[in-house]
């Protein structure tokens, strides 16, 4: 959302104010909210650097003294993973929200000291500390340097800011740093801000964004390490900005406290780095089918949308209720026409699952139940003076809950039945940076307060956490009200662990072409973060694209991790322009239903991947060096992505473009997937890319499960999986699956079945293993397609010969059958679900 137009005269007000700051830069950046001035270090302060004074050893690593009555702690949390952290003599260490693990078994480690240096071994890491002038090295076993301190000015404090330097080489790349601008997913030589901020109708040179996370990787010499730097105050990383020989990051606040995590593989820290600030849910498979949205539907249009959509059978699981369903704005209301029972039967009787936006600005309106509750218990953000701070917002005049406050919290958990009493599945957290429209800099003024007694902080050290606390009271309603259903809540707002409560859409984009552009290393880069449910607007959300645009936004936007169409209001947009697929002519229409049938055929791999990302970290959309680090050639690349483990996307975001390069990672020969041609890895590949065309590689070995296509997630029941393979010598697939709704996962009831085909001689085996069978599973078949092979000789298992028939149908229809399609040179097996012999596919003679 934005802020309304009755306020534009607040809006130019704080663009003028803007303007001022930002003079200095690209203009574009005139355009967009951004908040208070940058606070810069003190060059001079910095390079006033720390001496050690006394060592003591601790149980789980080192305490130093330092000169200006400082304290240095390193502690070892695992064998590859530190924290450090300086603080004033007699301050307790410091664990924001973000911290899901705190407790950690402390590693086997060595500690030794000798002239002026300090050591902490582990078998993974070793760390180096220099006591005079203070600085800190971390090396890998081999005694490879990873990671140091730039000694030139080293790490402390300038009066209130905490600071680090680092050293670098020119040739080290940056990734992660959340949600940020720019058309690059390699951040060297960037200038990074983290101060949540609602950037209306942002740009690629836009600084400050909705979301902070405050934690990045480094890639130097193929070998990854990650920093996070956990502190809440707004931060800053100069990321070689200045000069190639270092980088550095600070805040205006708070504590020096942070994590250094090696890997060397990226995957190797995304999974530490998740494991200490959590990982998401298993996700309900509802949510990862196409959302439909705009701001300023009427109770008749999303009426009339979801009909359209099932008269059109094109699949779409969800229908998104904007601000416009409330009563006059006041949140947990309904208005009569959107609350009707009429409206919400139609929808469950089409099968749509139904998600609801929610604000936290409440009303200032005695004889509302929610304001007079939240005044009688005291629930609101302070002023300094200690009276309620109120701020305008899309209902005016309205006071913010103190997420902070665990009472706070409950009771805003508790509100959410009336909700989910109209059949509600998921809660869309919006304006939650927070935004304020009368505000300064479109936010609270920084002195405003939260919580009480010990517990009380400014607005400045807890802004970035608002949106996060109000995340975590959303998914305990689910729990509340919902006890044995997965949680599905989306917002705007984000900090470091919010993963583990909410999914990502990432703001009010805008319907430009670099914008489509921009979203791939955003989305990349927030994936590398530890967020892997995420997705963008797909069309923009500001402005309206032409068909040509959408087109290409929704060939991409079919493989988003969460993949809606949202939309503004049409008295924002000069183009009274729909943005759903039917609404740019039959051409398009046809191109967003054969991409969105594609997602939903490809549900069973994409549930996989999110299923790997929920226990071990992974992005769902992954920049190709997530894969492929040791080729230097993927670290720039930031027009491509990998969807899941085996499958390379190379859209076009460029108008006008039919053609495009592709670069294919070393290491790997890959297969054209509408084609089946094959190429050698390591080189760089032209192609045609008409309108129509989605450029997508697969790697060869590999296998990816596929099901019939579906209106709505949930249609039909599983019965036949598809094993699309791709092979030269084995492939594998571990395959998981659950209900995909509940929570009877944790009570043991998956299956786990892994597949296995391998070239041996003049026959291919197939096998399959079941290695949990703890869930009432519907699967009959798998249809095992092999492509790219010779026609088969014959096909057996054991002593059961299969048939071969005449037509895929048929192969379809009956099991232990086969059929050879011999203009794409593929096979297709039947096999029963419950075969436990090696299927054997046999030949005359080896694969030409």
């Known amino acids: 959302m934005h802020k309304p137009s009755k306020n534009l005269s607040r809006l130019v007000a704080t663009t003028a104010i803007a303007a001022t700051i930002f003079s200095a830069q690209a203009p574009n950046v005139l355009a967009v909210t951004q908040p208070h001035p940058d606070q810069e270090l003190n060059q001079e302060a910095v390079q006033k650097q720390l001496h050690v004074e006394g060592v003591k050893q601790v149980d789980n690593g080192v305490m130093l003294d330092l000169s200006s009555d400082q304290q240095a702690f390193i502690r070892l949390f695992s064998e590859d993973m530190a924290k450090v952290s300086i603080l004033k003599e007699g301050e307790e260490e410091y664990f924001s929200e973000a911290i899901k693990k705190k407790e950690w078994e402390t ?26 002038p203070f600085g800190i090295k971390f090396l890998d076993k081999e005694g490879n340097v990873i990671n140091e301190d730039y000694m030139k000015n080293g790490a402390g404090y300038d009066g209130e800011k905490p600071y680090v330097y680092k050293k670098t080489d020119e040739d080290e ?75 550095y990051f600070y805040a205006d606040d708070g504590k020096l406290n942070y994590y250094f995590m090696y890997g060397p593989e990226i995957e190797d820290v995304l999974d530490r780095y998740t494991e200490l600030t959590g990982k998401m849910d298993k996700p309900a498979k509802w949510a990862l089918g196409l959302h439909q949205s705009k701001w300023e539907y009427t109770a008749e249009d999303i009426e009339r949308v979801a009909e359209t959509y099932r008269e059109k059978e094109i699949p779409v699981d969800t229908m998104h209720f904007d601000i416009d369903y409330m009563d006059d704005y006041r949140v947990f209301t309904w208005s009569d026409k959107f609350g009707s029972e009429a409206l919400h039967q139609k929808l469950d009787d089409m099968n749509f699952h139904k998600i609801t936006i929610n604000d936290p600005a409440v009303k200032k309106d005695p004889g509302y139940f929610m304001y007079d509750e939240g005044t009688a218990n005291d629930y609101w953000a302070k002023n300094p003076d200690g009276t309620n701070f109120v701020g305008e917002v899309w209902p005016g005049d309205s006071v913010f809950p103190d997420f902070s ?110 914008h489509l552009q921009m979203s791939i290393p955003m989305n990349t880069n927030i994936g590398l973060s530890g967020v892997p449910f995420v997705g963008n607007d797909i069309g923009g959300f500001a402005g309206r694209p032409d068909a040509e645009m959408f087109a290409r936004w ?70 190709l060096v997530y894969q492929f680090q040791e080729d230097e050639n993927t670290y720039n690349v930031s027009d491509q992505f990998m969807f899941g483990e085996s499958m390379m996307l190379a859209p076009v975001v460029k108008e006008g473009q039919t053609e495009r390069d592709v670069y294919l990672p070393e290491g790997e020969t890959w297969v054209d997937f509408w084609t089946g041609e094959e190429y050698d890895g390591g080189q760089t590949i032209h192609t045609e890319a008409e309108l129509s065309h ?44 659950d209900d995909g709704a509940t ?13 296995h085909v391998e070239r041996k001689g003049k026959h291919i085996e197939f096998t399959n293993e079941k290695k949990a069978t703890g869930y009432d599973s519907d699967l009959e078949s798998y249809t095992l397609k092999l492509n790219g092979e010779n026609a088969p000789k014959k096909i057996k298992a054991a002593g059961s010969k299969y048939k071969a028939v005449d037509s895929l149908e ?10 050879y399609d011999e203009a794409s040179e593929t096979i297709y097996v039947n096999v029963p679900a419950d075969e436990d012999k090696k299927v054997k596919i046999q030949f005359k003679g080896k694969k030409k």
């Open 554 to 623: 929704i060939e991409v936007g079919a493989f988003l991790p969460f993949s809606r169409i949202h939309y503004d209001s049409d008295q924002k947009a000069d183009v009274k322009q729909g943005q759903e697929p039917w609404a740019f002519g039959q051409e398009v229409e046809d191109i967003s239903k054969k991409y969105i049938e594609m997602r939903y055929k490809l549900m069973p791999y994409l549930y996989n991947t999110f299923i790997q990302a929920s226990e071990e970290g992974t992005p769902v959309q992954q920049p």
């Open 405 to 514: 406050k665990e009472e706070v919290r409950q009771w805003w958990s508790s509100k959410h039945n009336i909700l989910f009493d109209k059949g509600i599945d998921g809660v869309w957290n919006d304006m939650n940076e927070p935004a304020v429209f009368d505000g300064p800099y479109h936010t609270m003024p920084l002195d405003v307060t939260f919580g009480e007694g010990e517990n009380k902080r400014t607005h400045a050290e807890y802004h970035n956490l608002y949106g996060h606390d109000e995340a975590e009271a959303t998914y305990d309603a689910f729990e509340m009200y919902k006890p044995n259903t997965r949680p599905f809540v989306l917002t705007r707002d984000m900090f470091a662990g919010s993963q583990r409560y909410a999914a990502l859409w990432t703001g009010d984009n805008v319907s430009e072409w670099d």
């Open 810 to 819: 048929k192969v379809k229809a009956n099991q232990e059958t086969y059929f």
């Open 694 to 737: 989605l450029p997508i590689y697969v790697k060869k070995d590999s296998m990816i499960p596929t099901r019939e296509v579906q209106q709505y997630t949930g249609e039909k029941p599983l019965e036949n999986l598809v094993l699309d393979t791709y092979l030269e010598d084995e492939a594998s697939y571990s395959f998981y699956e």
């Open 107 to 132: 590693p086997e480690f060595d500690f030794s000291q000798k002239g002026n240096e300090v050591t902490l071994s582990t078998n993974e890491i070793t760390i180096k500390i220099k006591k005079e």
């Open 173 to 247: 790349a940056f990734y992660g740093f959340g949600e940020q601008g720019g058309l690059e997913v390699n951040q060297r030589g960037e200038s990074i801000g983290m101060f949540n901020t609602d950037a209306y109708a942002y740009q690629p040179d836009t600084k400050y964004l909705y979301t902070s996370i405050p934690f990045f990787m480094g890639l130097k010499d193929e070998k990854a390490y990650g920093i996070f730097f956990d502190n809440t105050n707004r931060s800053y990383f100069e990321m070689a900005s200045e000069s190639d020989n270092y980088y």
């Open 743 to 755: 929570l009877d996962y944790k009570d043991g009831e998956y299956n786990i079945t892994n597949f």
